[in-house]
């Protein structure tokens, strides 16, 4: 029988992630959420659920219990429906590697970048006009596009120093990089048990707007050299290993592009970012995976409403 699974799909979890204290969540069944969740055409199924606030009645007993990113409202949440939540990180670890700085920490795939934790660091790295004229600065925890700004040469405005200064007072760094022509945008996801066993995807070739605003994955096979599949595989390696050391389990995602630099040449920064939750590209297949490896294809109780 097919596994079917409950959704719990709090697209917003980075500012949960970015303000615990001050985060409200926001209605599970609004129109944006489900908007969103018509995107995942591969990770739901039809026979799954997506979980709403205002959801009556018993649940079928073979349903398995996912969240998009198990922060501490979104346990909550599964527990107010009489659903067992997931098995997951505490809140500590989930901020620690979403934060970009994390993904900082591990190498920087473009050169020209550096993640910034005070303004006398950034400006001093913006100073240096970025190769392409153009930097852009995203704040620690951040999605779909959000919390970014570009700076056109070697000054910032009084509207991005807010910005930046806003993030250094909440005690977080930003992001700063070159913007350039992104030619390709690809994902690689992977799996990580309780134990420490990692699960690996393929790659997969992403649809992005001009502000790397996921619009959905491609059905075409990614064409990529020997070299740059290598990178990613590496990456997403490393990445796992990170992971671990840093008590995180479940899904992941690395994010990569391969762009156009200096007239005709081409690079790829095979991590640009790492998204430690599901994504929206994430692999149906991968799920089930690390389900069967969990032994978690059920969940352990849920009560009569």
């Not at 079917?4 to 959420?33: C, K, M, T």
């Not at 349903?63 to 997951?88: E, H, N, Y």
């Not at 809140?91 to 920087?108: E, I, P, Q, Y």
């Not at 929206?280 to 969990?294: T, V």
Request: aromatic share 8%.
């Amino acid at each position: 029988m097919a596994t079917r699974v409950a959704w719990l799909l709090n697209f917003d979890a980075d500012l949960e992630l970015q303000d615990p204290v001050g985060y409200r969540p926001r209605p599970l069944d609004s129109e944006r959420a489900f908007a969103l969740a018509e995107r995942l055409t591969d990770l739901l199924r039809p026979e799954d659920v997506v979980l709403a606030a205002n959801r009556t009645g018993a649940l079928s007993s073979d349903l398995t219990v996912q969240a998009f990113c198990p922060t501490p409202s979104a346990l909550k949440r599964i527990g107010a429906l009489k659903l067992t939540p997931p098995a997951s990180p505490g809140l500590a670890v989930l901020r620690k590697v979403n934060d970009r700085s994390f993904c900082a920490a591990l190498g920087h795939g473009l050169p020209h970048s550096c993640f910034a934790r005070d303004m006398a660091t950034l400006e001093r790295h913006i100073s240096t006009p970025s190769p392409t004229g153009t930097y852009v600065i995203k704040r620690a925890f951040s999605f779909a596009g959000r919390e970014q700004r570009r700076v056109h040469g070697s000054a910032l405005d009084a509207s991005t120093r807010g910005f930046c200064a806003r993030s250094f007072g909440r005690g977080e760094g930003v992001q700063v990089e070159p913007w350039v022509e992104r030619l390709l945008d690809v994902s690689r996801h992977g799996y990580i048990t309780r134990a420490g066993r990692l699960l690996v995807g393929a790659t997969r070739e992403q649809r992005c707007d001009a502000m790397g605003r996921f619009q959905g994955m491609s059905s075409a096979s990614v064409a990529l050299s020997p070299g740059e599949d290598e990178a990613l595989e590496a990456e997403v390696r490393t990445t796992a290993a990170a992971l671990v050391a840093a008590g995180y389990f479940g899904p992941f995602g690395i994010d990569g592009f391969r762009y156009r630099h200096g007239g005709d040449d081409v690079g790829l920064n095979p991590r640009c970012e790492i998204n430690a939750r599901f994504t929206m590209g994430y692999p149906r297949i991968l799920l089930l995976q690390g389900l069967d490896a969990e032994g978690t294809h059920r969940p352990t109780a849920i009560d009569d409403a």
